[in-house]
């Protein structure tokens, strides 16, 4: 059974700053604050999915900076979170917060109510464009905090995006780089989204700031997801979980942008393997015909392009992270 989070959001509560691309009532589509009846309620809810699973399920607190909140409601949810963990409902806790509201005091209590994950908002780890985005902290903050939450024994998060005003691919490549030597156990990758009501939305407006094309990216998270990868650091996310559609003003928002990068990376890996123009077929595991296909048959108009015309079979005898090519004779 895979993990699993039952979601609180806590909107925007907590946060000392205003970061440029930040407006998390149109991130979470909530700006009601919960309470702890909202808690139980959430809990007792996901308790009756067939996907449920205690021993996989944490409650996670997300939206905000969760360690910057009134310190009373903060207990006032921990506390209601951490009955469910005393009667073996729910595995534990998952938080998000800012990497200067951390310190051992903060730890000493989250560990106290069941906290088992703590993900920090990184966003870059070059401080020019930290503070370009108004985010208040510097890259040395998400070093210290790193550090002191793994001496606690949390399970580490970071969270980087990429596109940010100012930040450049290699930018985004270094901060990728200066996460992994922080050996975080996950990791999560927002492209750049400009919403409305915020900093970023002014910047493009006047021609200040200019996104990233879909394409682009794809192919640059495409890029630190395998760096990440290859450091054996669990990515559980690529790309925003949802925005409400009138408040999207630019950049490469897509549904399915994981599903997106992912074929991308099959298109390369089969682009090595070929060694001359002709007629293929490739058999792949079920599981992944249709990242090898891509979203309209992207995949394939590719290798049409460029003069390989290839058929693709699912076989379940193939490992999914492999694949097989026969030319047609």
Same mark, same amino acid.
């Given at each position: 059974?895979?993990?699993?989070?039952?979601?609180?959001?806590?909107?925007?509560?907590?946060?000392?700053?205003?970061?440029?691309?930040?407006?998390?009532?149109?991130?979470?589509?909530?700006?009601?604050?919960?309470?702890?009846?909202?808690?139980?309620? #959430?809990? =007792?809810?996901?308790?009756?999915?067939?996907?449920?699973? /205690?021993? $996989?399920?944490? +409650?996670?607190? %997300? @939206?905000? &900076?969760?360690?910057?909140?009134?310190?009373?409601?903060?207990?006032?949810?921990?506390?209601?979170?951490?009955?469910?963990?005393?009667?073996?409902?729910?595995?534990?806790?998952?938080?998000?917060?800012?990497?200067?509201?951390?310190?051992?005091?903060?730890?000493?209590?989250?560990?106290?109510?069941?906290?088992?994950?703590?993900?920090?908002?990184?966003?870059?780890?070059?401080?020019?464009?930290?503070? #370009?985005? =108004?985010?208040?902290?510097?890259?040395?903050?998400?070093? /210290?905090? $790193?550090?002191? +939450?793994?001496? %606690? @024994?949390? &399970?580490?998060?970071?969270?980087?995006?990429?596109?940010?005003?100012?930040?450049?691919?290699?930018?985004?490549?270094?901060?990728?780089?200066?996460?992994?030597?922080?050996?975080?156990?996950?990791?999560?990758?927002?492209?750049?989204?400009?919403?409305?009501?915020?900093?970023?939305?002014?910047?493009?407006?006047?021609?200040?700031?200019?996104?990233?094309?879909?394409?682009?990216?794809?192919?640059?998270?495409?890029?630190?997801?395998?760096?990440?990868?290859?450091?054996?650091?669990?990515?559980?996310?690529?790309?925003?979980?949802?925005?409400?559609?009138?408040?999207?003003?630019?950049?490469?928002?897509?549904?399915?942008?994981?599903?997106?990068?992912?074929?991308?990376?099959?298109?390369?890996?089969?682009?090595?393997?070929?060694?001359?123009?002709?007629?293929?077929?490739?058999?792949?595991?079920?599981?992944?015909?249709?990242?090898?296909?891509?979203?309209?048959?992207?995949?394939?108009?590719?290798?049409?392009?460029?003069?390989?015309?290839?058929?693709?079979?699912?076989?379940?005898?193939?490992?999914?992270?492999?694949?097989?090519?026969?030319?047609?004779?």
């Amino acid at each position: 059974m895979s993990h699993s989070n039952i979601s609180i959001f806590v909107p925007h509560l907590g946060c000392p700053h205003q970061c440029s691309f930040c407006n998390q009532k149109h991130i979470t589509g909530q700006s009601k604050l919960p309470n702890a009846q909202d808690v139980e309620d #959430a809990v =007792n809810i996901a308790i009756t999915s067939k996907k449920y699973d /205690k021993d $996989s399920c944490e +409650i996670a607190f %997300f @939206g905000g &900076s969760f360690t910057a909140i009134d310190r009373d409601y903060m207990l006032l949810l921990l506390k209601t979170a951490y009955q469910f963990i005393k009667n073996g409902q729910v595995s534990g806790i998952r938080i998000s917060t800012r990497p200067d509201c951390i310190d051992n005091v903060i730890l000493t209590i989250l560990k106290q109510f069941g906290v088992t994950a703590i993900e920090l908002g990184a966003q870059s780890m070059n401080d020019f464009v930290l503070e #370009a985005n =108004n985010r208040g902290h510097r890259a040395e903050d998400v070093v /210290k905090a $790193s550090k002191l +939450i793994k001496e %606690f @024994g949390f &399970s580490l998060g970071l969270q980087m995006m990429t596109g940010l005003f100012k930040s450049s691919e290699a930018d985004d490549l270094y901060t990728a780089d200066k996460i992994i030597e922080l050996q975080p156990d996950t990791v999560r990758i927002y492209p750049t989204i400009t919403i409305k009501n915020t900093y970023l939305e002014k910047l493009y407006t006047e021609g200040s700031y200019a996104p990233q094309t879909l394409e682009s990216a794809v192919a640059l998270a495409t890029k630190i997801e395998d760096k990440f990868i290859n450091n054996n650091i669990n990515v559980i996310r690529v790309g925003l979980h949802s925005i409400e559609a009138e408040s999207y003003v630019a950049g490469p928002w897509h549904p399915a942008f994981r599903e997106l990068c992912d074929s991308l990376r099959c298109r390369e890996q089969l682009a090595k393997a070929l060694s001359k123009k002709a007629e293929y077929i490739v058999r792949v595991n079920d599981t992944e015909l249709s990242k090898f296909i891509g979203q309209k048959r992207s995949n394939i108009k590719h290798f049409e392009d460029l003069g390989f015309k290839i058929k693709f079979i699912p076989d379940n005898t193939v490992n999914k992270s492999d694949f097989i090519i026969e030319e047609v004779k």
